[in-house]
């Protein structure tokens, strides 16, 4: 079966006002492992989408979230989204929070399609048990694939918020969706607690910053 295209899920956007109006379904998946806020990331995309007027829907699959294992959060937003299924190559943007999900998810990526990854390895419980191997080559691999490669952590950590990887990453997100800074910048303070405001917000910047450079 044929993959789709980008831009054939998506169709057009336009934006008037608060109100943002798709055309069609835009499907965004985000992997990663346990703990490193692939479900906040998630929530702060689908009260942008709600708050410009589209309909959200919301699965997240956790697994052994607890213990390092793979996490996933499929987010499609639209005038009416009908159904939560993500096909291989159906998603228009995919999130790696981690390089080795990023390889993982590669098979959900459109034709056309984005990929924001993390540039960093963590050992997941899959190749702990021998279920999946670490590959040696994965950045480039990831580069051959056209897959933005943002040292998240490490701008995390300069933007003075070492746990907010998950926004930096938000960040880079938001170049590759119709929604406005402003839209970004108020469901970020409004999910992350109210003493951390400030340094997420840096965060989300500079995790646009270098997703633009």
Not at 118 to 141: C, K, L, T, W, Y
């Given at each position: 079966?044929?993959?789709?295209t980008a831009?054939?899920a998506?169709?057009?956007?336009?934006?008037?006002?608060?109100?943002?109006?798709v055309?069609g379904?835009k499907?965004?998946?985000l992997?990663g492992v346990?703990g490193?806020?692939?479900i906040l990331?998630?929530?702060?995309?689908?009260m942008?989408?709600a708050?410009?007027?589209?309909?959200?829907?919301?699965s997240?699959i956790h697994g052994?979230?607890?213990?390092?294992?793979s996490?996933?959060?499929?987010?499609r937003?639209g005038?009416?989204?009908d159904s939560?299924?993500?096909d291989?190559?159906?998603?228009?943007?995919?999130?790696a929070?981690?390089a080795?999900?990023?390889?993982r998810?590669?098979?959900?990526?459109?034709e056309?399609?984005?990929m924001?990854v993390?540039?960093?390895q963590?050992v997941?419980?899959?190749?702990?048990?021998?279920?999946?191997?670490?590959?040696?080559?994965?950045?480039?691999?990831?580069d051959?694939?056209?897959?933005?490669?943002i040292p998240?952590g490490?701008?995390?950590r300069?933007a003075g918020?070492?746990r907010?990887?998950?926004?930096?990453l938000?960040?880079?997100?938001?170049?590759?969706?119709?929604?406005s800074?402003e839209?970004?910048?108020?469901?970020i303070?409004r999910?992350v607690?109210?003493?951390?405001?400030?340094a997420?917000l840096?965060a989300?910047?500079?995790g646009r910053?270098a997703?633009?450079?």
């Amino acid at each position: 079966m044929a993959h789709a295209t980008a831009s054939e899920a998506a169709s057009t956007v336009t934006t008037s006002g608060a109100q943002t109006t798709v055309e069609g379904t835009k499907t965004i998946l985000l992997v990663g492992v346990g703990g490193q806020g692939t479900i906040l990331a998630g929530n702060i995309l689908a009260m942008c989408a709600a708050e410009a007027g589209l309909d959200v829907k919301v699965s997240e699959i956790h697994g052994m979230s607890q213990r390092g294992g793979s996490v996933s959060t499929i987010i499609r937003v639209g005038e009416k989204v009908d159904s939560m299924v993500c096909d291989p190559g159906c998603a228009d943007v995919v999130v790696a929070f981690e390089a080795v999900e990023a390889l993982r998810a590669q098979q959900y990526l459109a034709e056309g399609g984005r990929m924001f990854v993390n540039d960093e390895q963590i050992v997941p419980v899959s190749v702990h048990i021998g279920a999946f191997d670490m590959p040696a080559d994965a950045a480039e691999r990831l580069d051959a694939m056209g897959a933005v490669r943002i040292p998240a952590g490490q701008i995390a950590r300069e933007a003075g918020s070492p746990r907010s990887t998950n926004v930096v990453l938000v960040g880079a997100l938001s170049t590759a969706l119709p929604f406005s800074v402003e839209q970004w910048r108020d469901a970020i303070a409004r999910r992350v607690p109210p003493k951390t405001v400030e340094a997420n917000l840096e965060a989300f910047e500079r995790g646009r910053a270098a997703a633009e450079a």
